[in-house]
Structures are given as structure tokens and as C-alpha cells.
């Protein structure tokens, strides 16, 4: 097969472009050019947008014996990806923006100019493994790294995006993945994971959507209403700083009368209320989804588990499906869970489908 | 085979440049040692300074080696406005163009930002030529407060020829010295230094079959410079550092093959990049081709492949062994729209759907041919990846 193979920078991608290669695919690397001004990024910068990365993936490519070359899609990037963040904070949700760029950037932009090229499938770095089924259908399964599994922010694929992808690292643990790159000769291999939005080159999120939010909804001040009483507890001066879950920072003066900590459990973006109250006012048992994505067929209901954060626990639930929206009912409850979140939804190891959580339920509502 | 369609970027290396230098590398002597066998490497060097001052007509004095064309640049640009500071401490404005090889523009904003130089970039019609009405009008403003103008000789993108001896005649009138970057010009088409009036030239090694690292800044005496390397007081004081005998020796070499043969050379590429532009819009009717049809280098064939992403073409046609160039600044590693097209007035979308293809003296037929088959499914493969 003619293969693309998507070069970060980092080891992974660099291990499984050289895997592609000697699996004797045609593969040619490119790199992303996703910021508009990389040497913004230049100092302090993680993630894998700068130009250092770019020359990661290049001496890689050049070790791996692969052509190489840099694609700009900085302008789609910022539409599809950094805007939507914005947005989507704006309105008081929490995206995850590693999702949306799976499904707007790699697996769709690039696939698709890959697939008018000339190239037979997009291989990338994640963990996550690809099977063919018993219906003929692609299934897409956790990685055997449980640690690294990345089936979370790829559950967003759809079988056609899903038949043109390669995840060579699927069936490898990411220790063996490093000596591999090692013993392979890349420079990369014992460079240090990215972790972070690789659009905020500082890590400071609450920080960058202030600045770039400005005056834009809801980042102004409000209420700090207790849940119980309705009492008002204080003010603060924007609701960007605040996320479902959060117990630090919320400068309350008094403490609650049961003296037990006190969490964030609500924000209303239009008023710049933040309801805050006990732990237990955290816990969701039902969730609303909307934009549902199948990897495969589409099931009506099932029984199986979901993902609601990446690296987060799996809990078991009921899923039941109604055109492009999904009804999921928990049977092990949630915690600290925001709208605009993903869910991804597993039946054993496979990825069926995934979600955006539009609204949430408390446990005993 | 490798189809090297891009020899604007670079040439290969002239044997007798090669041999030039080679034989430097295996001899022994600091052209600035007073023993015989320094003598014997400062007579390669002036030599060298000889030929390159006969093929270009200049003083052999007035060659200034320096490390390649952006050096050379950087020094005409910084040393002439320096230079020209101490003359009159109100003449802080430069005029260049706004097609202008990052070599002068990178130097320019620099100047602009830390030395209070105040930079005009006039503008340029759809074939990329210098606006001479806006010059004549930018100076007449105030000439008094002009230090420099920096012209090109010819563009390295779309290849068009800038009307020097009309600049220069237009900058004679009120004493403004001109700086070329001659880098493209040189071998061909005819470069003539003291007959072009202009006060200093950037010429370069690698462009003109020469090796990489070593070019020079012509510049004539009666021209203050400001140094900005400073060390061993080599090169007139104006650029110190050992001189490199062997490369200087292959420079000379391959810019004396290159000037001796030049009409022919363009008279035959010319011809061939006429059939290569003639065949490519045979297979594909609406690519344009840019620049100044009646004043263009022999080599230079620059098309805009309307639906197409240049880094497609580009991309295609590297796998299939055929190499160009899409022309565009690599700025920070992130393909930028040529500045050169957008000043000639192009869309965003119009710059970043074109290739150059620069012909060179080891084109051949067959390098046309090779593209000409190449060129259609390409082109179609690329649009197929933009729907």
C-alpha cells in the first residue's frame, strides 16, 4: 500500500512510520504544520507544533529512509480546532480538542487529500488496534498498553475513516516502543511524551482562553451560589477559570457548616453563576449525548461501557441510541463530568461509537 | 533519473570548479601568510579576484569575497546604511522592491527595527517589474533623506529582469548609491558591472556552478562600507576572516565558464524552457505562466496550476524523480504564500498553486520530456486531492 504516515516529532509516530516501512508499505512522511506563527512556540513549547518537532520528524524520516515533507493545514487547524475550543468554552462547555483534530484534522483533511494523492491509508502513532470483524467491518479495539491506550480520542472515526488508518503501535507497550526507536537508531527515542493542548504552548489553559476569549462570553464575573442554600458565598471574576470538579481556587471565605470541602458543581455561562457543594452533588448517573459518531453499525441499544475523559475510568452503562443522539445511563456513577466532554462507548475492548455530552443528570434527580 | 528541474535554488558544481578547488584543498597556505607558500595561496586568491573582475568588468579591487549571497547582501544593505549615516545623519530611508529575495528584505526590516531605517518597498506590476514612476515619486519626495536603493537584477522566483540601468539613471540624479543582488543574473544573462552604473552587486558560487559558501559583494571604491565582521582585517578591511583559497579558486573558475558562455548557454535553455512551457499547456490548457514574457530568464519557467496545491505538485512529481520548487518563502518551516506573487498582485490561493522550474546548464531535452509526460496525471491527481 501507498501510506502517509502522519511524523509528529515524537517517538510513537516516528516508531510507527518505521514499522509501515518495514511491513513493506510505500510510505512517505509528512509533518503538520498546525500553528499559524511557530515561533511563538519556540521557547518552553510542548506539543507538537514547533519547529523543533518538525525537525524531530524530518531526521526521523531521514533514519527511517522515508521522503518527508511539511503540510500546512495551520488555516484549517485554527477553524476547525482552536475556534471550536474557543466556542465551545465560550459557552461554558469543555471540549477536547485531541477528538475534534482527529476528526476534523488527521483523519480528515489529511486523509482526504492523502486518499486524492494517490496513498491507500493515513498510519499514525496512537495507541489503539485495528481488526477486521466477523461482518467484514474494521473494528477498532483498546490498545494492549492499557496505559497508553488512545481509543479514547480516535472513537470519533467512522468506518470509512477507520478502513484507510493504520495504528501500528496498537500491539506494543510504550516501553518496548522507546527501546524499539533506540535499537531502530532514532533520535527521538527518549524524547518526553507530550501531554498538554499542543496549541498552548505553556500548559496554562485557564491563562490562554482569558487572554484570547477577552471580552467574549461568559468570561465575566458572577455568584457563587451554594448548592443547598442558594446562599451567595462570594464573586469572582470569570467563569473560564472554573471547571466541574474543581476544589481549588474557589476563594470562599467560610467554610461549609459541615465543614467538609466544597466543589464546583455547575457553571451557568450567560449569568456567571458557579453553583458549588459537597462531593457527593458531583456524581452523574445519566447523560444526554448529542453528534453521535459509530465506528461501525449503528446499534439501538446496548450494554457495554463508556470512556468520559481520556485516560478516565470505564463505567459500565446502558446505552440507548435515537437518530444522532444517544441516552446513557450509568450503572457505576461519574464524577465531575462537563458538558462538551466526550463519550466513548466500548462493548468489551471495541470502540462502537462516541458522543458529546450535552447535559448530565445527578445521581438521585 | 532525477529530473533536476530547479536549478535556481542551485547548480551542479562546473568540473572545472571542482578541479579548482580540489587542487586548493591539497595545498597548504594562509593567503594572508608572508612565507612562500602563503604567497603562493594569496596569487590563487587575486587571481581569482582577476577573472571574476574581467568576466563581471570591474576592478579586481573592488571584489569583496564574502560567505555567499546573503552575507554579501547583508553587508551592502547594513555597510552602505551605516556608512552613509556618518555622511548625514537624516538619510534614513532606503527604497527597495517588493519581490526582493528574503536575502534583502529579512536585512531591511532588521534595519527598520533596531537601526530606525525607514523601508519602502515599491511596488511592482503583474509581471513583477519594478514601478519606475513610484521610485522616481519616492524620491522626489524628499531625496535628500534617501541613504540607499536596493534593486534586484533579476527575480529568483518568477525571473523577471528589474530595469537597472533606468534605476540607476534615476538614482544618479541626486548622488544615491544602488546596491543588485545579482545572484540569479550572473551566467545568465550579460552582468556588466562599471557599465550598469550600480554601486555594489551580490553575486554567489553555488548559483553559477561554483561550490556553496562563497560569493562576493562587488562594491566600487569611491563607496564607503561599514564593515560587520571584524577580525583579521582581511578583504580591504571590509570582511575579515582567512580567506578561503579553495573556494574562492572554484568560484572563479565557474564564474568565468559561466559569464564566456552565457549567450549560448541562454540562447539553449531558453529554447528549452520554451517547449517546456509550450508542452506543459498543451497537456494542461490553463496553466499561466508568470513573469515578464520579454524580459525573463532564459532558465526560469514559473506556472500557476489553477485548482491545485503547489505542495501537491510538488510532492508528485518528487515521486516521480522529477524536482522543482513551489517557489514560496520557508518561513519558520510553515510554506508561506510567495511574497513575490501576491506583490504581482495574485490571490493567496493563485500563489500557493504554482511551481518554478528553473532550467540549468545540464538541462536537456530530455528533462522537458520527462516532465511534459509527467505533468498532466499529475496535475489531475493534484486537483483530485483538493475536491
Not at chain 1, 484534522?105 to 494517490?118: E, N, P, Q, S
Not at chain 1, 457563587?224 to 470569570?238: A, K, R, W, Y
Not at chain 2, 515619486?137 to 533606468?166: C, F, H, K, Y
Request: net charge negative.
Amino acid at each position: 500500500m501507498k501510506v502517509l504516515a502522519a511524523m509528529s516529532g515524537g517517538v510513537d509516530s516516528a516508531v510507527a512510520a518505521a514499522r509501515a516501512a518495514e511491513a513493506g508499505h510505500d510510505v512517505t512522511g509528512i509533518h503538520l504544520a498546525l500553528s499559524r506563527n511557530p515561533q511563538s512556540y519556540r521557547s518552553g513549547a510542548r506539543g507538537c507544533c514547533t519547529i523543533e518537532d518538525s525537525n524531530d520528524a524530518r531526521r526521523a524520516a531521514d533514519v527511517i529512509g522515508i521522503p518527508f515533507y511539511v503540510w500546512d493545514l495551520s488555516e484549517r487547524f485554527h477553524e476547525d480546532v482552536v475556534e471550536d475550543f474557543m466556542d465551545e468554552y465560550a459557552a461554558g462547555r469543555t471540549p477536547n480538542p485531541c477528538l475534534r483534530c482527529n476528526e476534523k484534522i488527521k483523519f480528515a483533511a489529511v486523509l482526504d487529500r492523502a486518499l486524492g494523492l494517490g496513498f491507500d491509508a493515513v498510519a499514525t502513532g496512537h495507541y489503539a488496534q485495528l481488526r477486521t470483524g466477523a461482518d467484514g467491518l474494521i473494528e477498532m479495539h483498546r490498545a494492549v498498553d492499557h496505559g497508553k491506550d488512545q481509543s479514547y480520542v480516535l472513537g470519533v472515526l467512522t468506518q470509512d475513516q477507520l478502513a484507510h488508518s493504520l495504528f501500528p503501535l496498537g500491539d506494543s507497550e510504550k516501553t518496548s516502543v522507546r527501546e524499539e526507536a533506540a535499537e531502530r537508531g532514532l533520535l527521538v527515542a527518549h524524547k518526553p511524551d507530550s501531554h498538554d493542548i499542543c496549541f498552548i504552548a505553556d500548559g496554562d489553559n485557564a491563562g490562554w482562553l482569558r487572554e484570547k476569549l477577552g471580552d467574549r462570553a461568559p468570561n465575566h464575573g458572577g455568584d457563587i451560589v451554594d448548592q443547598g442554600t442558594g446562599e451567595v458565598l462570594g464573586q469572582h471574576e470569570g467563569t473560564v477559570g472554573f471547571t466541574i470538579g474543581q476544589r481549588k481556587g474557589l476563594r470562599i471565605g467560610r467554610p461549609a457548616p459541615d465543614g467538609k470541602p466544597r466543589f464546583v458543581l455547575d457553571i451557568e455561562p450567560v449569568s456567571g453563576t458557579v453553583t458549588v457543594g459537597p462531593r457527593d452533588g458531583l456524581r452523574i448517573d445519566r447523560i444526554a449525548g448529542i453528534r453521535a459518531r459509530w465506528c461501525g453499525s449503528v446499534p439501538t441499544r446496548l450494554e457495554g461501557t463508556v470512556q468520559l475523559r481520556a485516560h478516565g475510568a470505564e463505567h459500565r452503562a446502558v446505552v440507548i441510541v435515537r437518530d444522532d443522539e444517544v441516552d446513557i445511563e450509568l450503572q457505576d456513577p461519574a464524577e465531575g463530568i462537563a458538558p462538551g466532554q466526550a463519550a466513548v462507548i466500548y462493548e468489551g475492548t471495541r470502540v462502537v461509537g462516541s458522543a458529546t455530552i450535552a447535559a448530565t443528570d445527578r445521581v438521585g434527580v | 533519473m532525477t529530473v533536476y528541474l530547479d536549478h535556481a535554488a542551485t547548480t551542479p558544481m562546473l568540473p572545472a570548479a571542482v578541479e579548482a578547488v580540489t587542487t586548493q584543498l591539497v595545498t597548504t597556505g594562509n593567503p594572508s601568510s608572508l612565507h612562500a607558500s602563503g604567497r603562493h595561496a594569496r596569487r590563487v586568491v587575486e587571481e581569482s579576484r582577476e577573472t571574476i573582475a574581467q568576466a563581471l568588468n570591474c576592478r579586481p579591487g573592488e571584489v569583496v569575497f564574502t560567505s555567499g549571497g546573503t552575507e554579501s547582501d547583508n553587508l551592502a544593505l547594513k555597510g552602505l546604511f551605516w556608512a552613509r549615516l556618518t555622511e548625514g545623519e537624516d538619510r534614513l530611508r532606503i527604497l527597495t522592491t517588493s519581490v526582493e529575495h528574503h536575502a534583502v528584505l529579512d536585512p531591511l526590516d532588521w534595519l527598520a527595527e533596531h537601526e530606525g531605517a525607514v523601508v519602502e518597498q515599491l511596488p511592482v506590476d503583474s509581471a513583477g517589474r519594478l514601478d519606475l514612476a513610484a521610485l522616481r515619486e519616492a524620491i522626489d519626495r524628499d531625496p535628500g533623506s534617501v541613504a540607499l536603493i536596493s534593486v534586484m537584477w533579476a527575480n529568483n522566483e518568477v525571473g523577471t529582469v528589474q530595469p537597472i540601468t533606468e534605476v540607476v539613471a534615476i538614482a544618479a540624479e541626486h548622488g544615491i548609491p544602488v546596491h543588485t543582488d545579482a545572484v540569479q543574473a550572473v551566467g545568465s544573462v550579460p552582468v556588466d558591472f562599471a557599465g550598469s552604473g550600480v554601486d555594489a552587486l551580490t553575486l554567489t558560487g553555488h548559483k553559477v556552478g561554483g561550490p556553496y559558501g562563497v560569493g562576493a559583494l562587488v562594491i566600487r571604491r569611491e563607496v564607503e562600507v561599514t564593515p560587520l565582521v571584524h577580525g583579521g582585517g582581511q578583504e580591504r578591511d571590509i570582511r575579515s576572516g582567512t580567506i578561503d583559497t579553495p573556494a574562492i579558486a572554484g568560484f572563479a573558475a565557474a564564474v568565468e565558464l559561466a559569464v564566456k558562455q552565457q549567450a549560448e548557454h541562454a540562447e539553449r535553455v531558453s529554447a528549452l524552457r520554451d517547449d517546456l512551457v509550450r508542452r506543459v499547456q498543451e497537456v494542461v490548457p490553463d496553466a499561466r505562466l508568470n513573469g515578464d514574457p520579454g524580459g525573463k530568464l532564459p532558465g526560469n519557467a514559473h506556472l500557476t496550476f489553477p485548482g491545485c496545491e503547489g505542495d501537491s505538485l510538488l510532492m508528485l512529481l518528487d515521486a516521480r524523480g522529477i524536482e522543482c520548487s513551489t517557489g514560496s518563502a520557508c518561513s519558520a518551516g510553515v510554506p508561506q504564500p510567495s511574497h513575490v506573487l501576491l506583490a504581482m498582485g495574485a490571490s493567496d490561493e493563485e500563489a500557493r498553486s504554482s511551481l518554478r522550474f528553473s532550467l540549468g546548464h545540464t538541462s536537456t531535452q530530455s528533462d522537458v520530456d520527462a516532465l511534459a509526460d509527467a505533468i498532466g496525471p499529475v496535475v489531475e491527481r493534484a486537483r483530485a486531492a483538493r475536491r
